[in-house]
């Protein structure tokens, strides 16, 4: 369902009746439809396009993170701005629905006026009514990748949920990274046989002998524009997820091969404009581009940030859309004789409750979530404490897990008592405010990995002190290209200190474990789930997602100690940006 302009009139006015009868409503609706999608069109060709969708077919909170802790050569530009730094960087106003969307600044607040982001329905209306208003033959669809994976109804239905809503809305081009954890049979087979987009990568390679998997670009002509786009998928999967998903399969950045397919595009099939669509993360897109010339734009994914401008490198436009669908990049360009004059570009965010709802998504979300509605919805407690997931070294999420998995433990094991407990620093997770009931389907959003199993192992002190110096190195390397996905883990029962800028091996310390110094020769018991299984250890009986749920069942209030375990010794570190 697209809306032409008097469609638009019409709903404004209809919101504005409502107001005679629920004035209050005026306080949740501060901006109209009409609004979220001003835009005056330019040019002959748009580009419409989402990244980081995470499988949210169903509206959510979703809190940009308080802080995003960055090495001395990277603070404060564009992949490391949070909060306050954010809006100053790109001029937001505070309290606005920008700011609301795009940064932590108030976020308990906001979320309480603006309501909920994103939702498949949602997101189909804005892309049908930009490519409604352009005409199909103008414009390019494109997602980023990690689209059909880690929510609930992606785990249910091996993520065909979320494929058959791309192919309802009509993606033209994808690339990938938590999508492949469906499996890399299914994964195949729904890229080959279900997926009406198509599968561009120029770094997946099949080895030993590095043929590639899927096409690495495709050239398509729109509005008599020759367009030549390259997929990236994320260069250090099989790092970042177990590598049963992606054996036999060869990932990387490949600056050199990059290089190789634009000089094709441009000598060969003489395009008029090159695109990369891109999971690298922008910071190591910015770099990227620094080493590979006629790239004219970069659509960035994987590190869920959000450019309300574009990022110049040279002559190449770096934009990056955001996650969990909060949304839609509409980009309008001037491309003629041979090259990109000019463009006008614009993020437009997704307010659940103010952008109408697609009728033929939203049968299709109910078709899909109908089997499972029940369960999802069961109430398992209420949050005193708001959950957040997203933050470079700590959450309220992370810690209620750890919280969850010392209970288990102590019920599997009475004589003993857990240690440690590790958590993945994955971006992607829902947020639950103050006061707001907890779902199954929460646990399961901030939860969803095709491998939930939990492992519990003794591990010496040293080894894993070596472990998270690993850890930080791959965070907080000056050198984007080293930095290889997820922000720290997060460590429950254990308190240290942190910097940054310190030399390899060196930036965790002061280690203490339940209050005390850490013992190098002392075998610890560790809890850790969302990697690759331990050589050795069998599963625990009850997987991640369970053990939570459970654990929010029997607390039932769930307040959790927001004080983060990790003191930060050479940057900032924010603890009230949600509050203030």
């Not at 397919?261 to 910071?283: A, F, M, Q, T």
């Amino acid at each position: 369902m697209a809306f032409n302009r008097r469609e638009f009139l019409g709903y404004s006015a209809l919101a504005l009746s409502a107001l005679a009868f629920a004035p209050e409503a005026f306080a949740r609706k501060p901006v109209s439809f009409e609004k979220l999608m001003e835009f005056k069109p330019y040019g002959n060709l748009t580009l419409v396009f989402i990244s980081d969708f995470h499988g949210h077919l169903k509206p959510m909170y979703f809190a940009e993170p308080m802080n995003l802790l960055a090495p001395e050569p990277l603070r404060g530009t564009p992949g490391y701005l949070a909060g306050m730094d954010f809006l100053k960087f790109y001029n937001i106003k505070p309290g606005s629905v920008e700011a609301y969307m795009g940064s932590c600044v108030s976020f308990i607040r906001l979320a309480r006026r603006y309501g909920m982001t994103g939702g498949g329905p949602q997101v189909a209306t804005v892309i049908k009514t930009i490519v409604n208003e352009r005409g199909k033959d103008k414009c390019l669809v494109l997602d980023g990748g990690d689209t059909w994976a880690t929510s609930g109804i992606a785990v249910k239905t091996d993520g065909m949920a979320i494929v058959d809503w791309m192919n309802y809305v009509g993606f033209d081009y994808m690339v990938a990274h938590w999508d492949v954890t469906v499996g890399k049979e299914k994964f195949l087979d729904i890229v080959k046989n279900k997926l009406k987009a198509k599968f561009i990568s120029y770094n997946i390679t099949e080895e030993p002998f590095g043929d590639l998997v899927f096409p690495p670009y495709d050239v398509v002509e729109k509005n008599g524009v020759k367009v030549g786009i390259i997929g990236s998928s994320f260069p250090f999967t099989p790092l970042a997820n177990p590598r049963v998903y992606t054996e036999g399969w060869s990932f990387g950045v490949r600056p050199e091969e990059l290089q190789k397919y634009v000089n094709e595009l441009r000598e060969n099939h003489k395009v008029d404009l090159v695109i990369l669509l891109s999971h690298d993360g922008l910071p190591l897109d910015i770099a990227l581009m620094k080493m590979v010339k006629g790239i004219d734009i970069v659509i960035s994914g994987h590190t869920h940030d959000i450019t309300p401008t574009p990022v110049r490198v040279g002559d190449t436009l770096i934009i990056s859309p955001g996650s969990h669908g909060k949304f839609v990049g509409r980009m309008d360009l001037d491309v003629r004789n041979g090259k990109l004059q000019g463009y006008r570009f614009k993020l437009i965010p997704v307010l659940s409750d103010v952008v109408p709802e697609d009728r033929g998504a939203k049968d299709l979300v109910k078709k899909w979530y109908e089997p499972y509605e029940k369960e999802f919805n069961t109430v398992i407690g209420t949050a005193n404490t708001i959950l957040y997931k997203r933050d470079t070294v700590f959450s309220t999420w992370d810690r209620l897990i750890g919280e969850a998995l010392a209970d288990y433990y102590h019920g599997v094991d009475a004589v003993m008592s857990l240690d440690v407990g590790t958590s993945p620093g994955f971006r992607w997770g829902t947020t639950v405010l103050p006061g707001q009931k907890i779902t199954v389907e929460h646990v399961y959003d901030v939860l969803g990995m095709t491998y939930p199993e939990v492992f519990i192992m003794k591990r010496k002190g040293r080894d894993l002190l070596v472990l998270w110096e690993d850890v930080a190195d791959n965070v907080f390397n000056p050198n984007p290209l080293y930095q290889q996905g997820g922000d720290m883990s997060r460590i429950y029962g254990v308190e240290y200190e942190l910097k940054i800028n310190a030399r390899q091996g060196e930036r965790i310390r002061n280690v203490k474990i339940k209050g005390k110094p850490i013992d190098m020769d002392k075998e610890y018991v560790v809890a850790v789930y969302g990697g690759p299984p331990p050589m050795g250890v069998e599963p625990e009986k009850k997987n991640i997602r369970d053990i939570v749920v459970d654990y929010i069942r029997k607390k039932k209030n769930i307040e959790v100690d927001r004080r983060p375990n990790v003191k930060v010794l050479d940057h900032p570190y924010n603890t009230d940006c949600y509050w203030r």
